[in-house]
Structure formats: C-alpha cells, structure tokens
C-alpha cells in the first residue's frame, strides 16, 4: 500500500520550456504532498508544501513564480518549472502524506530533469 | 529549530558483516525520526520509524534502530550485510506532532564489499 507515483521519470528540453511533473497517491488520499530538489550526491531539499485546495507554501529562497505547484484534489499535485534554464536542471522528488505527522512521507520515484 | 546528523559521507562493510550508520538529532521538542533508503535513480522507500512507545523499532529488510533520547541518537543498524543492501540511507525527523516537514541528514552512502 501507500503507492505515489511520479510522472514523467526523466525529461529532457530545450532552455525556455515549461515542463510539468504530477505526482499521484494512487491508494490513499493525502492531506499534504512536499516537492523535494536533489542535486547529486547531496540530501534532499524542501521546495515546499501544498495542502489540496490552498496555496503551496514555498521554503525560503524557492522562487514561487518559476516553480509553480496545484494541488488540485487529495490525490493529485503537480509542480510546473516555467521557462527552464540549464541551473534548473536537477532530480525532482515528490512525497505525500496520509495523516498526521507521525505518520510517514511516501516518496515517489523522482523525475530527472535536463535542460539544454 | 531541529537538525540531523551523520556521521559518515560513507561506509563499507564486508557481506555478512554488521552494518551500523548513525544519525544524531537536535530538537526542542520530542521528535518523529525516520530512516530511509534510496537507491540509484529512485525516490525514498521507508525502512522504519519512531514516534512513541517502544525504542527499539524493527523495520523491514532485517534493519532496526533505538531511539536514544539521552543520546539524541537515532542509529541503524542490521546484523549481517547483504549485496543488496548497497545504496545511500536518510535518517529524517519532523518537529513532533503537528510538524510535518521533514528534515533529512546528509545521507551515508553504504558499499558491500563481497
């Protein structure tokens, strides 16, 4: 159980492009889903969080504008990077979860993004 | 505001050999401590997890770790090493009851030495 799926895995385009990345709890409705970056070799870092139905509230230093996130119902988020430059380039990580905090995150499988 | 300690960018161990990675924490408030592994190219999958109750958890693949609150340690360890269990390990906790967001440690890339 307790199944995110993350689409699309990789994704390569062009310096200038929109690219969005969904990211679904296929068996659960989750209350809350987290959009992490990971550069190689390095920990994941918190972009921001998104409640189904309110605004996704960014980490300080995550601009807003370039990485847009819907959560548009309890199974469904999506982050939008607009207008995607080479430095945006980099491993894109979804989680969502079920309940309360001491419940754990579920973690898709990552989308590796590459910019020309 | 909390923080997540490992020691160790990285570790070997021999197959068959015990494996210990450890994770200290510093928060004000009891927090919730995690462990995951990520293999390469993959998201998080959760290996175990602490809240309340009982210190000693066992998760899956043969992995447990203690909470210890007067150590503010959170250690993994498995007794005997396999060749599957090479990949990088987050230990994470959230602020308690309440905080959701997680807070990872730098990982420890764990090698099996066959």
């Known amino acids: 159980g307790a199944v995110v799926s993350q689409h699309p895995s990789w994704v390569i385009c062009k310096s200038g492009t929109s690219v969005k990345i969904e990211c679904r709890s296929l068996?659960?409705?989750?209350?809350?889903m987290f959009w992490y970056r990971q550069f190689p070799k390095q920990s994941l870092m918190l972009m921001a969080t998104s409640n189904e139905g309110s605004k996704a509230t960014y980490e300080q230093g995550v601009e807003k504008d370039k990485f847009l996130i819907n959560h548009a119902s309890l199974t469904l988020s999506t982050l939008t990077v607009t207008s995607a430059h080479p430095e945006d380039s980099s491993f894109y990580i979804c989680s969502a979860l079920a309940g309360y905090s001491n419940q754990p995150q579920h973690f898709g499988d990552g989308t590796r993004l590459s910019i020309l | 505001a909390q923080s997540v300690t490992q020691l160790g960018s990285h570790v070997s161990v021999s197959e068959g050999a015990l494996v210990l990675l450890r994770c200290n924490y510093s928060s004000s408030v009891p927090p919730y401590l995690f462990w995951y592994v990520q293999y390469p190219n993959q998201g998080l999958q959760l290996l175990l997890k602490y809240t309340t109750g009982a210190t000693l958890v066992k998760g899956i693949n043969g992995f447990e770790a203690e909470f210890k609150k007067s150590e503010t340690s959170f250690h993994l360890t498995k007794p005997s090493a396999h060749m599957s269990d090479a990949a990088e390990y987050f230990c994470?906790?959230?602020?308690?009851?309440?905080?959701?967001?997680?807070?990872f440690g730098t990982g420890t890339r764990l090698t099996i030495i066959p």
């Open positions: 068996d659960f409705q989750a209350t809350t």
């Open positions: 994470a906790a959230t602020g308690g009851f309440g905080n959701e967001k997680l807070t």
